[in-house]
């Protein structure tokens, strides 16, 4: 599957614990995204990256959370002292900076529960 | 700010009925629009954007400004045409480089 991969899928952390997502994007893709879906809600932008730069961040992103795209490659998403509010549906997606449109392809997802 | 609204959460048809899911858009300037799609289990994929003018699997949209809409419709629904479906408003100039404005999203079932 040569499509944006998320790891782990599914995550269940005890409140207070400190979590840590990363994404895949497709290898050609320069750009990455992330977004936050909670149930019943269409997907919440949280974070965007060209190559290594983080070039936007959402108010939704409070200090707690970090997201890193070192090498221009994979990313990550951590949530330090995990709060119940933050159980949530967390996507990630790429595109490529070429060319006139471009759409953002999605990966499957990690489920985070906080309990 | 820029805002996205679909009024309906659930859509059901019959196979071979009309349907048409709404979208209304609030955005100062001219955005780009997107419907995205979520089937059973798989991820969240592009349907069909506006600057394309395109139809994909029956589907088509067209962008009003006046009413600042964008719904989504298909003359023949079919039974594979239940899913999600995502109303998505990304910035403008011609690339998505930017963040998607989702709006909450029509269940859309048709029924047999």
């Known amino acids: 599957d040569t499509g944006v991969s998320q790891d782990p899928r599914h995550k269940i952390t005890k409140r207070g614990q400190n979590v840590t997502f990363r994404c895949d994007p497709i290898?050609?893709?320069?750009?990455l995204y992330w977004y936050r879906q909670t149930l019943g809600q269409g997907p919440e932008f949280l974070t965007y990256?060209?190559?290594?730069?983080?070039?936007?961040k959402s108010r939704l992103l409070s200090d707690r959370f970090s997201a890193e795209r070192p090498k221009g490659s994979f990313s990550t998403l951590e949530i330090q002292r995990t709060e119940q509010g933050d159980s949530a549906m967390y996507l990630c997606?790429?595109?490529?900076?070429?060319?006139?449109?471009?759409?953002?392809?999605f990966g499957p997802g990690t489920r985070l529960t906080v309990t | 700010a820029q805002r996205v609204t679909q009024p309906e959460k659930l859509l059901s048809v019959f196979k071979g009925a009309p349907v048409e899911l709404k979208c209304n858009y609030s955005?100062?300037?001219?955005?780009?629009l997107f419907w995205y799609v979520q089937y059973s289990r798989q991820r969240l994929q592009l349907l069909l954007r506006?600057?394309s003018r395109e139809s994909i699997k029956g589907f088509t949209a067209d962008l009003n400004k006046g009413e600042t809409s964008f719904h989504l419709k298909k003359p023949f629904a079919q039974e594979e045409d239940s899913a999600m479906y995502y109303c998505?408003?990304?910035?403008?100039?011609?690339?998505?480089?930017?963040?998607?404005?989702f709006g909450q999203g029509t269940i859309l079932t048709v029924h047999p």
């Open positions: 997606a790429s595109s490529s900076s070429a060319g006139g449109i471009v759409e953002q392809y």
């Open positions: 290898s050609e893709h320069n750009r």
């Open positions: 990256f060209q190559n290594e730069a983080q070039l936007e």
């Open positions: 955005y100062s300037g001219s955005p780009e």
């Open positions: 506006h600057i």
């Open positions: 998505a408003l990304g910035p403008p100039g011609g690339t998505s480089y930017g963040k998607l404005t």
